[in-house]
């Protein structure tokens, strides 16, 4: 990614005094080790110390997924079961549907007279996912979704928004625009920060730089088991290693990456020094990560067992969580709205 992440606007979690945070999801299918490693696993240790919001971004999956709808409840659904079995915990952290918070489409549309198309553009993340998704020409709505995402965050006036290095172009560009309307209108919005997991990235099965839904290479969080085997069991390793025997480069090697994602650092170390002198073989590389991930999942799948089986307790969840964001954005649009002067008395 040609950006600098010295560069942008990340958080330092020890030095400032953060109250409120802000992340989300498109609702596009099941989430993966990507997403886990990426940002929900930060997200659930944060969620007890900061108030936290969780937004599923149905309205962004549209920009991508305009031609099927009709999908969108069951990957809320979906996505929400992820959340929930990977242990955010609903009675401290909000979880809320986008697209039921009509004030979010209103902030984006005052946004979106505050940047230019230009910056959207030249936007690396929106570059490589229109390069990646075969897009010739962007529609309004896909080149304008950082606008809508920097609603996303305004509107609940989060200070900290944890997420995906990918993300973090969107992160400077909402920074820039709540300065802009801060500037103009006096505003009190507050410029947010993101904050990036020490893994920011896993690459996927095949060893592409990223794992991806779209590539095929992910492990989701849902998967059982033995499918996870047998994914594993295919992962790309070093491959000029053809022995156990034979001196390996971990570096390489997409299980040890995942190991330095997940295992200890007993193991880590262990791992890395096996097999650089060719005294592990990676099949047993491969079932010692297996364990790992393994003893990472299980009792998130024990939360999902509990869900599946009580399936209305997650609309529940997700309707009771709308509602409490919903109050805050409406404060906020009024608040956004008494500076911008266009407040006028309720009808
Ligand atoms: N764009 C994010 C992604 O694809 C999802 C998202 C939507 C988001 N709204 C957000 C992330 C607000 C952080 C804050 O992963």
Redesign the pocket.
Known sequence: MDFKTENAAVADESKYKYKRI?????PTGPLHLGHYAGSLKNRVRLQAQYETFI?I?DI?ALTTNFEHPEKLRENIFLVALDYLSAGIDPKISTIAI?SMIPEISELTTFFSMLISVNPLRHNPTIKTEAKERGYKELTYGFLG?PV??TA??AIFKADL?P??I??LP?IELARKIIRKFNELYCGKLIEPYALIDKFPKLVGLDGNLKMSKSYGNAINLSDDFELIKTKIKSALTDKNRIHPTDKGNPEICTIYSYHKAFSTDTLIKETEYNCKNGKIGCVKCKENLLEVIKTLLEPMNERRAYYLKNKDEIWDILFAGTKKAKITASEIIKEVKESMKILYPPI
């Open positions: 802000l992340t989300g999801d498109r937004l971004a962004q986008q979704y809508s995402q996303d965050i928004v997420v995906g990918d993300q969107h």
